[in-house]
């Protein structure tokens, strides 16, 4: 029988054959895991080495791509900084092209300026030159009119009222008065649209310095021997106390050179209106003693005053108008001549301070000559 031997462990019987078996492969598999466990620790101290050379490698790596990162990021703040100034320049290009083109501008707009204020004077030269002219050709007529007559400058003034009535009341008969014959200088016959004779109105015309009271009584004979109906006077100065340019004095119409046509309207209405009447009732009377009783009325006075006053009152209107802009262009004189005056002593603060031939401009030269300015 072989011989075995007891395990400890296991209490089991082994045979010492076996059992020396197993410690033969004991002692090997231990050598082996030595060798093993060398080898593996030479794999590890490789692979550290390695690792720590690949991590070292992997560090270096790393700390250029930062050092890398860092130069990107820096020429990234260049880039921005430069990008930042060409902004900044490109605005302020803009802004300088801004200041050229409102400087280009305003260059423009003064030689403008200055060509319209040439135009301007020039234009004001041709007007006080045209205006001179007329002053002088006025001057001359009056001359010429003072030498004449006062017989003749009262033949073309009848002539004038006679154009007015015949252009205004184209149905009516307007009568020159000849020379020499009793009577006023116009006769007007007022005639209704159908040629009913409606009454007759008598215009004298004085031209003179001074109001003489025998013009009424003469009118008066005239009235009665023409058997006319209404009497007037034109004249350029009337009694005292008829300084709104018309009135009926003793009897007369008395009216100014102005208002004579807006009188002459409203007596003639008169004159229809009683015709008007007289054709609609003929017991009423004779005719003159029926125009003279509501010619002479309070009535028919005040509505002659009222319209005459409307009359009047556009005439102080247009008066008014007409002074309103007179002053507004004058207004206008004032400021251009104070925009000269101002454009010469920018110029020759200039010219005292660099020289008279640094700035020379058109104009002003001529400017200060009218002006008076050395």
């Known amino acids: 029988m072989a011989d075995t031997i007891k395990c400890p462990k296991c209490g089991s019987e082994i045979e010492v054959s076996e059992a020396f078996k197993h410690q033969v492969e004991g002692k090997v598999v231990l050598e082996a895991e030595r060798k093993f466990k060398e080898k593996l620790e030479k794999e590890r101290e490789l692979f550290k080495k390695e690792a720590d050379e690949e991590a070292e490698e992997l560090r270096k790596e790393l700390k250029e791509r930062n050092k890398k990162v860092d130069e990107l990021r820096g020429q990234e703040v260049k880039l921005r900084e430069e990008k930042r100034k060409i902004e900044d320049r490109e605005k302020e290009l803009e802004l300088e092209v801004e200041r050229k083109l409102d400087k280009k501008r305003e260059e423009i707009e003064e030689k403008v300026l ?5 135009k301007f004077r020039l234009k004001e030269k041709e007007k006080e030159k045209m205006i001179e002219d007329l002053r002088k050709a006025l001057n001359e007529a009056q001359r010429k009119a003072s030498v004449g007559s006062q017989q003749l400058q009262g033949e073309i003034l009848e002539l004038d009222i006679e154009e007015s009535l015949e252009q205004t009341f184209r149905d009516d008969e307007i009568e020159p008065i ?38 009424i ?119 251009i001549a104070r925009l000269i005056g101002a454009t010469a002593s920018v110029v020759g603060s200039i010219q ?18 009218e002006s008076g300015e050395k």
């Open 114 to 118: 200055r060509q319209e204020e040439e």
């Open 178 to 215: 000849e020379k020499g014959v009793k009577g006023a200088d116009v006769r007007q016959v007022v005639k209704s649209p159908k040629g009913y004779r409606c009454g007759v109105i008598l215009w004298e015309t004085k031209r003179t310095k001074a109001w003489s009271e025998g013009w």
């Open 217 to 335: 009584g003469k009118l008066k004979e005239d009235l009665r021997s023409e058997k006319a109906n209404i009497p007037v006077i034109i004249s350029q100065v009337l009694p005292k106390g008829y300084e709104c340019g018309f009135g009926f004095k003793d009897g007369v119409w008395v009216v100014n050179f102005t208002l004579f046509l807006p009188l002459a309207m409203i007596l003639r209405k008169s004159l229809l209106d009683i015709g008007y009447q007289k054709a609609m009732s003929s017991h009423r009377g004779k005719k003159a003693d029926v125009i003279y009783e509501y010619i002479t009325g309070y009535e028919f006075r005040q509505q002659v005053e009222a319209l005459v006053e409307v009359y009047k009152e556009m005439q102080e209107q247009v008066l008014k108008e007409r002074i309103a802009y007179e002053r507004i262009w004058k207004k206008r004189e004032g400021q």
């Open 352 to 369: 005292g301070k660099a020289g008279a031939g640094v700035l020379q401009v058109k104009g002003l030269d001529l400017f200060e000559l």
